[in-house]
């Protein structure tokens, strides 16, 4: 049974690869250029990349603000252990925001003739880059690790509530104008081909994500394994150090 459940999460890993190649060979032979509104309905096809990661970094921003919560006041509360997973998950949030307006730069650059146009979205998320960035400073200058881990704690509960205000609510404003895409793009303007592409773009990206939170906890955890290794050598050195020369 125990070899079973270790050999089934490596199946899926392998399986990421194909699966991202198959999404990515169906949105260039299979899926036709998207008229809805698009002046260059090639570059459509950049929902496949660009919604996902958006919609993820959401995700797991939130998945910090949870870790958060269990930090602050479930029966865990103050395990180290769950300090990691906010931090990690922020990191994977922070990276998919990151690659979302990398790749939302790179269709305005096609769709309005310049990567950055002070659309409101692309204000909104810049704000929330910054946000998150704020929050890795915080982690940075805090060095006591309990005082660190609550004040992330807090930082990520407060950081996933503005995530929806900064995503939808302030960009869809009537009084802004805006030039991205509605948001029935992709809730009904989508064709049937278009829209199972999407999805499992959205399918293959939730795993590689998950794989990369994976391994950050795991070379956390083996790099703390190496310091309690370490530290008794490290202190018979520094107290030979300290003896007196005879």
Request: charged share 15%.
């Amino acid at each position: 049974m125990n070899r079973s459940r270790e050999r089934s999460p490596a199946l899926w890993k392998w399986l990421v690869g194909p699966w991202m190649i198959g999404v990515t060979l169906l949105a260039y032979l299979w899926a036709q250029p998207l008229n809805n509104g698009f002046q260059s309905p090639e570059a459509a096809r950049i929902i496949f990349w660009h919604v996902p990661m958006a919609m993820l970094g959401l995700v797991w921003f939130w998945i910090g603000a949870v870790h958060g919560v269990r930090y602050l006041y479930g029966k865990r509360r103050g395990d180290p252990g769950l300090d990691a997973k906010i931090h990690f998950a922020n990191e994977v949030g922070l990276i998919c925001t990151i690659l979302a307006t990398l790749s939302g730069m790179v269709f305005a650059a096609v769709q309005w003739g310049t990567p950055w146009n002070w659309d409101p979205k692309q204000v909104s998320i810049s704000v929330l880059i910054l946000l998150y960035l704020a929050y890795f400073g915080v982690r940075m200058s805090v060095e006591q690790e309990a005082l660190r881990a609550r004040l992330s704690a807090v930082y990520s509960i407060f950081g996933a509530v503005a995530t929806p205000v900064l995503f939808y609510v302030i960009p869809n404003l009537p009084q802004i104008a805006k030039l991205h895409p509605p948001a029935s793009t992709i809730t009904s303007g989508l064709d049937p081909k278009w829209r199972l592409i999407y999805w499992a773009s959205t399918l293959g990206f939730l795993w590689t994500t998950l794989w990369l939170y994976e391994l950050r906890l795991r070379t956390a955890a083996v790099e703390e394994a190496l310091e309690v290794v370490e530290a008794p050598a490290t202190e018979v050195r520094l107290q030979a150090m300290r003896r007196p020369a005879a």
